[in-house]
C-alpha cells in the first residue's frame, strides 16, 4: 500500500495556468501549500515544457518525454489543483494544451475519476469567474471531479501578494485554508474515506 493510500499523506499535484515568472496564480498555489492541512502536500507539476498537442506524437513510440513526465506526475498524485488566471475570458492556452495532453488516451488518462480543486487570480473585477467556469466545463470530459465550495475568486492580486510572492491579504489567507481543508476532505470521500477528514 502506497503512502497516500495509508491515509499518512496526500499528495496534491498544482498546476499553474500561467507561464510568466511573476505570475499571481503561481503564488497562489505557493500560499495554497503553507496553508494546507498537515496530511497534505502540494506537489507543483511545471506545464511549460510541453509541446503543442499533436496528434501524431500521441502514440508510446514518439511521445515527447515532457508529455510522459507530466503524465507520471499526475498519475501518483492523489488530486489535483489548478490556479487559473482568465485569459479573454476563457483558461489559458497553455493549461488547455496541458489538459488535452492528459487526456488521452482516454481510457488511461491520469485525471480520470481524480479530485480536483479549481481557484484562480485575475486582474479583472470577476477574479476568474468565467475561466474557473469553463474549466469546470473540461472537467466534465476529463472526469476530473472538482469541489464546489468554497470559491477562491482572487482579484486585484497586486493588493494581495507582497513584493516576494507572499499572500498578505487576511482574508483571502482564511479563504485558502478552507480551501485547502475543503480538498482533503473532498480527496478523503471520493475514494471512500470520507471519516479520516474530519
Ligand atoms: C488577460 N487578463 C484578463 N483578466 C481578466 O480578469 N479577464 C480576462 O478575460 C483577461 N484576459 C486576458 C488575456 C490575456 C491574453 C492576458 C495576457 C491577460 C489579465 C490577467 O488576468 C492578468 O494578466 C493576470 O495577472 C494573469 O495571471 P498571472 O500571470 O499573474 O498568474
Known amino acids: 500500500m502506497s503512502e497516500s493510500m495509508s491515509g499518512s499523506s496526500l499528495k496534491i499535484a498544482g498546476i499553474a495556468g500561467s507561464l510568466r515568472r511573476g505570475s499571481y496564480n ?10 494546507l492541512p ?5 506537489v507543483p507539476v511545471e506545464i511549460g515544457d510541453l509541446p503543442l498537442y499533436n496528434e ?25 489543483v489548478f490556479a487559473t488566471p482568465e485569459y479573454n475570458y476563457s483558461i489559458p492556452g497553455v493549461l488547455k494544451n496541458a489538459l488535452d495532453w492528459a487526456s488521452r488516451p482516454v481510457a488511461e488518462s491520469p485525471l ?12 479583472g473585477a470577476f477574479g476568474t469567474v468565467r475561466a474557473q467556469l469553463h474549466l469546470r466545463h473540461v472537467c466534465v470530459f476529463l472526469d476530473l471531479h472538482p469541489f ?21 491579504d487576511g482574508p483571502t489567507r482564511r479563504l485558502l485554508q478552507q480551501f485547502g481543508e475543503a480538498l482533503v476532505a473532498w480527496t478523503l470521500r471520493l475514494r471512500g474515506d470520507g471519516a479520516a477528514g474530519r
Do not use: Y
Open 112 to 123: 480520470r475519476g481524480k479530485p480536483a480543486g479549481i481557484m484562480g487570480a485575475s486582474q
Open 26 to 35: 503561481r503564488m497562489l498555489l505557493a500560499a495554497l501549500g503553507e496553508v
Open 38 to 42: 498537515k496530511r497534505a502536500a502540494l
Open 148 to 168: 464546489n465550495v468554497p470559491e477562491v475568486l482572487v482579484r486585484d492580486p497586486a493588493q494581495k501578494f507582497d513584493a516576494h510572492g507572499i499572500l498578505t
Open 56 to 80: 501524431d506524437l500521441n502514440n508510446p513510440e514518439r511521445l515527447p518525454a515532457a508529455v510522459a513526465a507530466f503524465k507520471q506526475r499526475l498519475s501518483t498524485a492523489d488530486a489535483v
